[in-house]
């Protein structure tokens, strides 16, 4: 697909070596055709990581996109440069006068507080009811998509025992909707969390619908009625070392922290990892992009309500 991306962004070069399509603003400017416009709400500490990843995500299909990446003023991060935010990213004040094809909420590591303690909840709340009017459909990750099931429908979470922690099998439970067009019976996803979402309320809410759910791991994809609202409990974007760093990460800090299942060789941390959920992911963000925003959203981007 060719994806627009600012000449300077790290992903940029990133992904030209692993031989994706990107789109020059030139080059863009060129074509006489109207663009998706994306809006990408990053919570993870790990910024460019994220940019990258979700980028990739969205590079797999015919669809010129143009995005914008979105952070919190009331959150500064720790962990990506003043200098990257301050170029590349925009406040909230800064777009909501926009509409947008379609948005991305990501996941943040803040699930063990409870929503009201996180102190951009007031901020997100605005900007989750923003996307109401303003987006014509919203992707949520992880704690992206439990923060809205909250905010939206009032359902809940959970510690749970252990950190729900590697690659786990997932059941397609409605083969013939669009989201999930093209997916095996079965297919495998990457979580990584602390907490749960409460399965009574959410099966007792008929206004959403579970499209795919794990045995250890609970509901993985679920959808609004009107598909305008998209929630995935795990991180389809991860790439192959992604557990890999979090695992040694919480190794060398010290912490209680179990191999990930499912997911290294003979489940044996000095050996690679097996890659088994890339074709199951680039296939959900293509099914959303072309069925959930490119089919329905208006051709006049400002027509959105």
């Given amino acids: 697909m060719p994806i627009k991306i600012p000449d300077a962004l790290p992903a940029r070069s990133i992904l030209e070596n692993e031989n994706i399509f990107v789109m020059s603003e030139d080059r863009a400017s060129h074509q006489d055709i109207r663009p998706l416009r994306i809006l990408i709400l990053n919570l993870m500490p790990t910024k460019i990581t994220t940019e990258t990843q979700l980028l990739r995500a969205l590079s797999n299909t015919p669809l010129q996109i143009e995005f914008d990446l979105l952070k919190t003023a009331t959150h500064r991060s720790k962990n990506t440069s003043s200098e ?52 014509f459909s919203t992707f949520h990750i992880c704690w992206g998509a439990q923060a809205a ?95 890999a760093s979090e695992y040694e990460r ?13 997911y290294y060789k003979k489940d044996d941390p000095s050996l690679a990892p097996v890659v088994t959920w890339r074709a199951h992911a680039h296939l959900l963000y293509t099914n959303w992009l072309n069925y959930y925003v490119y089919q329905n959203t208006p051709y006049n981007v400002d027509d959105i309500n």
Avoid at 172 to 187: E, H, I, Q, Y
Wanted: proline fraction near 4%; charge should be negative.
């Fill in 250 to 262: 919480d190794v060398n800090l010290g912490k209680p922290i179990e191999i990930p299942k499912n």
């Fill in 84 to 135: 990257h935010l301050d170029s590349f990213y925009k406040d909230f004040s800064d777009i909501k006068n926009r509409k947008y094809d379609g948005m991305i909420i990501t996941g943040a590591p803040v699930e063990t507080l409870e929503f009201e303690s996180v102190d951009y909840w007031e901020e997100l709340c605005e900007i989750m009811e923003w996307t109401k009017t303003n987006v």
């Fill in 149 to 243: 099931l909250h905010y939206h429908y009032g359902i809940g979470k959970s510690e749970t025992d252990s950190k729900v922690f590697g690659i786990f099998r997932h059941k397609n439970l409605n083969p013939t909707c669009p989201l999930l067009r093209g997916f095996d019976d079965v297919f495998y996803a990457p979580h990584s969390r602390h907490t749960a979402i409460d399965e009574e309320a959410l099966a007792a809410c008929d206004r959403l619908e579970v499209l795919a759910s794990s045995k250890e791991a609970g509901s993985y994809l679920i959808v609004g009625r009107n598909g305008r609202q998209i929630f995935v409990t795990g991180h389809p974007e991860y790439d192959a070392g992604t557990l």
